[in-house]
């Protein structure tokens, strides 16, 4: 029933063919961008998640704790 009803549609046949262009040129366009990107930016997102824990660590020193010290 359902393929029935995708046949009757005119001009359907083009749609995979637009999908199949809009995820190649996005994939090639991410590419594009990883290769020619900063190393040093790379290397500071590396770094976030050891760095975030890192303040959090340095911000709860600073909290008192249950007993107020």
Do not use: C, H
Not at 38 to 63: F, N
């Amino acid at each position: 029933m359902r393929r029935n009803v995708i046949e009757a549609i005119q001009g359907i046949e083009i749609f995979p063919l637009i999908a199949l262009v809009i995820f190649f040129g996005f994939f090639m366009i991410m590419l594009y961008w990883v290769f020619w990107l900063d190393k040093s930016y790379i290397k500071s997102a590396e770094d976030l998640p050891l760095d975030d824990e890192q303040e959090l660590r340095e911000t709860y020193k600073t909290v008192p704790n249950r007993e107020g010290n």
